[in-house]
């Protein structure tokens, strides 16, 4: 045997003995990305495309669901459900477009949303070799990438007005969800392999879930950070109205920073952005925003909270995230992409998009921020500190809601009504 050949048993031998959980370079396995931050690692994504150049292939979906799409492993995930979300259906591609499979949850109740926010508006998480997607009300559940189910869990019943949208995220061996909004909230860790619960946290709720105790709308439809700390590490989720630092371990509460309750509301919609010890949460409906450090333990807004902007804030859902020091934060309404100091919340500069509102996330890739909004329109820009600087416009004339998935050489995007894979066109 040639020591070529060893070398190559021993490589693969390595490999395969090591967690499923191994991560490609151009995977995008999680809402915005593997860390949750929206930065991506693929290389040569594409810049300019529209509805008639630079499409691989699209595929027609069921329903206007708002979920990202995700990439691991070369298989796409992403969700939907019928009208009255009886159906919730979590789809299977592969990257050259090939329709694998497709495994459906029945669920025979009649439960509000908004009509801007209709059923199968959650983003799956996946690591290589599972994918867990949760439908709300009509459980959390584990497949295998040939579309077997490991475990499904029902932790409850979750009824809100304005309809669910949080995502799960895999850290090592467990899956964190927070799940809401309504009259029960928590953040609960469950084995990745069992489904067993493992640890779970409530989250106080005044009023009804729905409307506080003045009688003003609350929830939160935010995605937990995991902060890496080895046995430490830690699990930051914007609540109604604090941001919440859980042990991931045990679940126990480390720390709180208040400030979210707004005027009109105590709502959040966005995931926390954060750098080092800083952490900045964005409430919705013109609500608050907060910077603080996470520092300390039990209540840290007297002793960490470094600002908090309550006025002339615009309507936040997609999440910004941090660019050469400063976050880049989209908006719903005026369309505004804004320069915050993450210290000190003030605004460095903010230009109105030429295209719709956002409501999906921001994503970056080699130094381009890629943001597509509700008119299906990708803004592709190199932000710094004086302004937006735009590269390019893509339209694909087709209308949504969500955040696209970079991958090496690709752009996966989703409509209310397709799915498509973008090569792009040569510049």
Same mark, same amino acid.
């Given at each position: 045997?040639?020591?070529r $050949?060893?070398?190559?048993?021993?490589v693969?031998?390595?490999?395969?003995?090591?967690?499923?959980?191994?991560?490609?370079?151009?995977?995008?396995?999680?809402?915005?990305?593997a860390?949750?931050?929206?930065?991506?690692?693929?290389?040569?994504?594409?810049?300019?495309?529209?509805?008639?150049?630079?499409?691989?292939?699209?595929?027609?979906?069921?329903?206007?669901?708002?979920?990202s799409?995700?990439?691991?492993?070369?298989?796409?995930?992403l969700?939907?459900?019928?009208?009255?979300?009886?159906?919730r259906?979590?789809?299977?591609?592969?990257?050259?477009?090939?329709?694998?499979?497709?495994?459906?949850?029945?669920?025979?109740?009649?439960?509000p949303?908004?009509?801007?926010?209709?059923?199968?508006?959650?983003?799956?998480?996946?690591?290589?070799?599972?994918?867990?997607?949760?439908?709300?009300?009509?459980?959390?559940?584990?497949?295998?990438?040939?579309?077997?189910?490991?475990?499904?869990?029902?932790?409850?019943?979750?009824?809100?007005?304005?309809? $669910?949208?949080?995502?799960?995220?895999i850290?090592?061996d467990?899956?964190i969800?927070?799940?809401?909004?309504?009259?029960?909230?928590?953040?609960?860790?469950?084995?990745?392999?069992?489904?067993?619960?493992?640890?779970?946290?409530?989250?106080p709720?005044?009023?009804?879930?729905?409307?506080?105790?003045n009688?003003k709308?609350?929830g939160?439809?935010?995605?937990?950070?995991?902060?890496?700390?080895?046995?430490?590490?830690?699990?930051?989720?914007?609540?109604?109205t604090?941001?919440?630092?859980?042990?991931?371990?045990?679940?126990?509460?480390r720390?709180?920073?208040?400030?979210?309750?707004g005027?009109?509301?105590?709502?959040?919609?966005?995931?926390?952005?954060?750098?080092?010890?800083?952490?900045?949460?964005?409430?919705?409906?013109?609500?608050?925003?907060?910077?603080?450090?996470?520092?300390?333990?039990?209540?840290?807004?007297?002793?960490? /909270?470094?600002?908090?902007?309550?006025?002339?804030?615009?309507? /936040?859902?997609?999440?910004?995230?941090?660019?050469?020091?400063?976050?880049?934060?989209?908006?719903?309404?005026?369309?505004?992409?804004?320069?915050?100091?993450?210290?000190t919340?003030?605004?460095?500069?903010?230009?109105?998009?030429?295209?719709?509102?956002?409501?999906?996330?921001l994503?970056?890739?080699?130094?381009?921020?890629?943001?597509?909004?509700q008119?299906?329109?990708?803004?592709?820009?190199?932000?710094?500190?004086?302004?937006?600087?735009?590269?390019?416009?893509?339209s694909?004339?087709?209308?949504?809601?969500?955040?696209?998935?970079?991958?090496?050489?690709?752009?996966?995007?989703?409509?209310?009504?397709?799915?498509?894979?973008?090569?792009?066109?040569?510049?």
């Amino acid at each position: 045997m040639n020591q070529r $050949y060893l070398f190559l048993l021993v490589v693969l031998s390595a490999v395969t003995s090591m967690s499923p959980s191994l991560l490609l370079a151009e995977d995008w396995p999680a809402f915005r990305g593997a860390n949750g931050d929206g930065e991506s690692n693929a290389s040569n994504v594409p810049v300019k495309w529209s509805s008639t150049e630079g499409v691989d292939w699209k595929h027609e979906l069921p329903g206007q669901s708002n979920g990202s799409p995700i990439i691991s492993n070369h298989h796409i995930f992403l969700t939907s459900a019928s009208t009255d979300g009886h159906q919730r259906t979590l789809h299977c591609f592969s990257l050259d477009g090939d329709a694998l499979w497709a495994r459906s949850v029945l669920f025979d109740k009649d439960l509000p949303t908004h009509e801007t926010n209709l059923y199968g508006g959650t983003t799956p998480v996946a690591n290589g070799s599972v994918v867990v997607v949760w439908h709300a009300s009509a459980g959390l559940f584990c497949y295998d990438f040939s579309g077997n189910e490991k475990w499904h869990q029902v932790p409850g019943e979750f009824r809100h007005m304005w309809g $669910y949208g949080t995502s799960p995220v895999i850290s090592g061996d467990r899956v964190i969800l927070h799940s809401g909004p309504g009259a029960s909230v928590f953040v609960a860790a469950f084995d990745l392999e069992s489904g067993k619960q493992l640890w779970r946290f409530e989250e106080p709720v005044s009023g009804n879930g729905e409307s506080n105790e003045n009688g003003k709308y609350m929830g939160s439809w935010s995605t937990p950070r995991i902060i890496p700390g080895g046995s430490h590490s830690t699990v930051v989720c914007s609540m109604a109205t604090r941001v919440i630092g859980l042990d991931e371990t045990s679940g126990t509460l480390r720390w709180w920073c208040e400030g979210l309750r707004g005027e009109r509301g105590d709502l959040c919609y966005t995931s926390p952005v954060i750098s080092g010890d800083i952490c900045v949460a964005l409430g919705g409906y013109q609500g608050p925003a907060i910077g603080f450090r996470m520092q300390g333990s039990d209540n840290i807004t007297d002793s960490s /909270r470094l600002w908090r902007t309550d006025q002339g804030n615009p309507q /936040r859902i997609g999440s910004g995230m941090l660019v050469d020091g400063l976050l880049i934060a989209p908006s719903a309404g005026p369309n505004l992409i804004q320069a915050i100091d993450p210290l000190t919340g003030d605004i460095k500069w903010q230009e109105r998009s030429p295209g719709g509102a956002f409501w999906g996330s921001l994503i970056r890739s080699y130094g381009r921020c890629y943001l597509t909004d509700q008119a299906g329109e990708t803004l592709v820009f190199r932000p710094d500190a004086t302004g937006l600087n735009i590269i390019a416009r893509n339209s694909l004339n087709d209308p949504g809601n969500s955040t696209p998935a970079p991958t090496d050489g690709k752009i996966v995007i989703r409509t209310f009504r397709h799915l498509y894979c973008i090569r792009g066109v040569s510049e």
